[in-house]
């Protein structure tokens, strides 16, 4: 069955392709955390480069700049050095009608900007995320000629992806299929400490917006 999913999975990529990667810092991190594993970006990267010409992997995370140490910069130093085009943008601090502070970092108008300013030079996107909003990107990029997968995941409940985003996309990859090959191995926690930082700046984002 594991063999199928990676013939299938292959067939969605011409070798002649340019291929970029959009990832979602945040929704991505929730995603995997949801389905129980962590990514190991080292094996993402290698896994996309045996499907094509793998022009370019962007990272976009939000980054907390009052703070003196942030636990991310681990990961998002390893990632400028490791391949990854890193978008960081700071976060901003507000409090809610209930008085409760909060931290918000959304990135999707950074992503955006830069899909559309390289649709002329890629011809598969590859978008890690399940966010709704994009849907209309996908859809400008697809005007162009352009292929969009979209990677998230089904198997929770509810869906990380928005079934607007899923449809409109060219292929749906499960996120879940990756796990072997793009998940780190559980004994490696050389990025864990980094990452859990994520968690920390998104969690009330993810708590107040729907996914779907």
């Known amino acids: 069955m594991a063999g199928n999913r990676e013939r299938v999975e292959h067939n969605l990529f011409d070798p002649r392709e340019k291929i970029a990667l959009f990832i979602d810092g945040a929704n991505l991190y929730a995603t995997s955390k949801s389905l129980g594993f962590d990514i190991d970006y080292r094996r993402l990267l290698q896994e996309f480069q045996s499907k094509g010409y793998l022009l370019r992997a962007y990272y976009y995370t939000a980054l907390a700049e009052d703070q003196e140490y942030s636990s991310i910069r681990p990961l998002i130093d390893w990632l400028d050095y490791n391949g990854y085009t890193v978008v960081t943008k700071p976060t901003k601090e507000f409090v809610d009608a209930t008085g409760r502070r909060k931290i918000k970092g959304n ?10 300013e390289m649709a002329d030079s890629i011809d ?6 399940g966010d709704g909003d994009f849907r209309s990107m996908v859809e400008a990029v ?7 997968t979209v990677v998230s995941t089904l198997a929770t409940q509810p869906p990380m992806i928005a079934d607007e985003l899923r449809r409109q996309a060219d292929h749906f990859i499960e996120l879940s299929t990756l796990q072997d090959r793009v998940g780190r191995d559980p004994v490696d ?8 930082a994520q968690a920390e700046i998104f969690q009330d984002e993810f708590e107040d917006e729907p996914t779907a």
């Open 142 to 148: 697809q005007r162009k000629g352009r292929k969009v």
């Open 124 to 129: 598969h996107f590859v978008l890690f995320s």
């Open 189 to 196: 926690r050389q990025q864990r400490q980094a990452e859990r």
């Open 107 to 116: 990135m999707d108008i950074e992503l955006a900007v830069d899909v559309m």
